[in-house]
């Protein structure tokens, strides 16, 4: 070890068989000790180590392809962490979205899962299928997650259970059709069919703009419905970028969250990000039967809408601005203000229906706070070394003192031993009387 060197160190040896045995003993039960209390002293605490020594795992964005669920499989039994998080019966108390219409406009939604059958109302197609169906199964998730019925065996439940799905099938056929011009087509039909809220779960290719489906938001906002859309899967350059029809003025853009509250790796960031929720080993319905996990944005809007449909529920004479600003006011985010990473922050579903005051049109930073406002202290950020690991230091500096005194007083101890041994057989030699060569 560094700053220890004991190669050139060897005990003196002696001529006689027997002599300096405990001597040397103690002295390498020293050395062993002082090696000890040098690596214990230089070892970081527990605490600090868990931090620095292991390498972060690979990121895996598992971006769940339809093709890697089987349709009509199992239940998942446990509860998804999603659902972990929050107090349903404590949510389920204050509103459960009844008679809230939400439009899924996506691949279609399979009305034959046993957790939708009761479900989907409604809806429209624009290219070859019924809208109750779903070949691709990205739909069925979406609707899953808003409003799934409650099922014995599985943990999973829709965050709204009694919520009415419209479902507005825009891509997902045989001939892979859909485009835009279908999106902007669902939408109006939605609106048509007086839903209260808008989930779209997709956006543009490349994320371009389009002058129709701009339009259609634009006309679906003024009617007084809720739009809600995913941020876009494509954040792991890091970069910035706006998305469609996320970006769009009045509608409420959702980022994908992980288990710690913060940014998926894969969601997009811009300016433009509203609020986000958990987007990560999402459970929820598949076509025919069954369920399995997947992420992305797309799973993360879904999770807003059914909150959002609680809230209408709870309080039917507000109006889309103030639903969405009562979401993003009550959601967890670290800072006052909002950032481009989760906008205001991870949605609370407990708190955005707790909380009793009437929201206004648009959210507002949170007032700045004094430090040691309200009785508390805060805490003072130490750069160096805390508390308990000065004390765990000194503690090991005065065990170790305290052994290396006792070595040199136990071999101080056996070294007047020995040379008083020595030194009276000496004085015995010399005292012993030689006997003469003639006697």
């Known amino acids: 070890m560094k700053g220890l060197n004991v190669k050139d160190r060897t005990a003196r040896s002696r001529s006689r068989t027997g002599r300096g045995r405990g001597t040397r003993a103690l002295q390498r039960a020293f050395g062993v000790l002082a090696v000890t209390g040098v690596c214990l002293a230089l070892t970081p605490p527990a605490s600090a180590a868990d931090t620095t020594s292991h390498k972060p795992p690979a990121v895996d964005f598992g971006l769940s392809a339809s093709t890697e669920c089987v349709f009509g499989g199992d239940v998942i039994k446990s509860t998804p962490w999603s659902l972990q998080r929050i107090l349903l019966d404590q949510l389920w108390a204050q509103a459960k979205g009844k008679d809230v219409k939400?439009?899924?406009?996506?691949?279609?939604?399979?009305?034959?899962?046993?957790?939708?059958?009761?479900a989907v109302v409604g809806g429209k197609t624009f290219v070859d299928g019924p809208a109750t169906k779903d070949i691709e199964g990205h739909g069925t998730r979406v609707a899953g997650i808003i409003a799934a019925r409650p099922?014995?065996?599985?943990?999973?439940?829709?965050?709204?259970?009694?919520?009415?799905?419209l479902s507005y099938r825009y891509t997902g056929g045989d001939e892979k059709q859909g485009n835009s011009r279908t999106m902007s087509q669902a939408i109006a039909a939605a609106v048509a069919d007086n839903a209260d809220i808008i989930n779209i779960s997709s956006d543009t290719t490349n994320r371009e703009d389009n002058d129709e489906l701009r339009d259609a938001i634009k006309a679906a906002v003024n009617s007084g419905a809720l739009?809600?859309?995913?941020?876009?899967?494509?954040?792991?350059?890091?970069?910035?970028?706006n998305t469609y029809p996320a970006s769009y003025d009045g509608v409420l853009a959702v980022a994908a969250s992980d288990r710690n509250d913060e940014r998926a790796p894969f969601s997009q960031s811009g300016k433009f990000v509203d609020v986000a929720a958990p987007g990560v080993s999402m459970v929820s319905t598949v076509p025919i039967d069954g369920q399995c996990t997947?992420?992305?944005?797309?799973?993360?809007a879904p999770y807003i809408a059914g909150v959002a449909a609680l809230l209408m529920d709870k309080y039917p004479d507000?109006?889309?601005?103030?639903?969405?600003?009562?979401?993003?006011?009550?959601?967890?985010?670290?800072?006052?203000?909002?950032?481009?990473?989760?906008?205001?922050?991870?949605?609370?579903?407990?708190?955005?229906?707790?909380?009793?005051?009437?929201?206004?049109e648009s959210p507002e930073p949170d007032p700045p706070v004094a430090a040691g406002a309200g009785g508390v202290i805060p805490m003072a950020v130490t750069m160096g070394e805390s508390e308990a690991e000065r004390e765990r230091r000194v503690a090991i500096y005065v065990l170790g003192t305290?052994?290396?005194?006792?070595?040199?007083?136990?071999?101080?101890g056996v070294a007047v031993r020995d040379w008083r041994s020595r030194r009276s057989g000496e004085l015995g030699r010399a005292r012993r009387p030689v006997s003469g060569a003639g006697r």
């Open 102 to 118: 939400v439009a899924v406009i996506d691949t279609g939604v399979d009305k034959s899962n046993k957790q939708l059958s009761g």
């Open 151 to 165: 099922l014995k065996g599985t943990g999973f439940v829709g965050i709204a259970p009694e919520a009415e799905i």
């Open 227 to 241: 739009i809600i859309a995913a941020a876009g899967n494509e954040g792991a350059d890091g970069k910035q970028a």
């Open 294 to 300: 997947a992420d992305g944005t797309s799973f993360a």
């Open 318 to 360: 507000w109006d889309a601005n103030q639903i969405a600003t009562r979401i993003e006011e009550t959601a967890q985010r670290p800072g006052r203000e909002p950032n481009p990473f989760i906008g205001w922050g991870v949605v609370d579903p407990v708190a955005a229906l707790s909380e009793e005051s009437t929201p206004g």
């Open 402 to 412: 305290g052994l290396a005194l006792a070595l040199v007083v136990a071999g101080s």
